[in-house]
């Protein structure tokens, strides 16, 4: 199968900003994702985008997305303690045997925060 | 509150024995998944349902089974034939409607099985 790329460790110092990033593997994705996973808890929601936007901001995330390149990164601002986690990175992928859409997640990012 | 509640939070398997993970979500969500996530890895699709009564297999479907009779539940079991059960499972829902399909999944909070 194809497969959705993440470097593993990402290590900041509080206040900095990071990026994370991710290499997707199907240029008709609809929906790309970032999702956030704490030690021994489930998978949260950060944020998505759509495959026709080059760029979404919420709040301290901003989302970045080039096509052309099959490239999206996640900047966080201003790096707590409470954002080290992994962080995983989603494609949804047209199931065509089954008229649906899947996700597809790379191997995560685990990102450190140094106070 | 809604959610996705998973149960247990740890499960414990002894050899040949079949167990039975619980996934119930009352976000009147149409489709529901079931991962699995090994140390290291990203997450593997085991099976996953669209409508009530029907499911499919996704891509490590070998050593499980699942069901569903009602909206709001998929549990999961994990049978004797899975020969290398430990891992933490992860179900997820999402809404699933219409040609658009807004597949954003919205996940439970895990349940890790043990094999004793």
């Known amino acids: 199968g194809e497969d959705v790329e993440q470097s593993l460790f990402l290590s900041v110092r509080e206040g900095d900003s990071s990026v994370i990033n991710c290499t997707y593997t199907?240029?008709?994705?609809?929906?790309l994702y970032w999702y956030k996973q704490e030690p021994g808890a489930g998978l949260q929601l950060l944020t998505y985008?759509?495959?026709?936007?080059d760029m979404k901001q919420d709040q301290r995330l901003t989302v970045l997305l080039n096509k052309k390149d099959k490239h999206l990164s996640l900047r966080i601002a201003d790096t707590q303690t409470g954002d080290s986690a992994i962080y995983f990175c989603?494609?949804?992928?047209?199931?065509?045997?089954?008229?649906?859409?899947?996700?597809?997640f790379g191997k995560g990012t685990k990102l450190s925060v140094i106070p | 509150d809604g959610g996705i509640t998973q149960s247990p939070k740890y499960l414990f398997r002894k050899e040949g024995q079949n167990v039975t993970l619980s996934c119930e979500q009352n976000?009147?969500?149409?489709?529901m998944y079931w991962y699995r996530q090994d140390p290291g890895q990203g997450l593997r699709l085991i099976y996953y349902?669209?409508?009530?009564?029907?499911?499919q297999k996704g891509d490590i479907a070998e050593g499980y089974s699942v069901s569903r009779e009602k909206k709001e539940s998929f549990p999961l079991t994990v049978t004797s034939a899975q020969k290398n059960p430990t891992a933490f499972y992860l179900c997820?829902?999402?809404?699933?409607?219409?040609?658009?399909?807004?597949?954003?999944?919205?996940f439970g909070p895990g349940t890790r099985l043990l094999v004793l």
């Open positions: 976000l009147n969500h149409d489709a």
């Open positions: 997820a829902s999402s809404i699933g409607d219409g040609p658009t399909r807004q597949e954003t999944q919205y």
């Open positions: 349902s669209q409508i009530v009564n029907d499911f």
């Open positions: 985008i759509f495959s026709n936007m």
């Open positions: 989603a494609e949804s992928i047209a199931d065509s045997g089954a008229g649906s859409y899947q996700l597809t």
């Open positions: 199907d240029s008709s994705s609809t929906y």
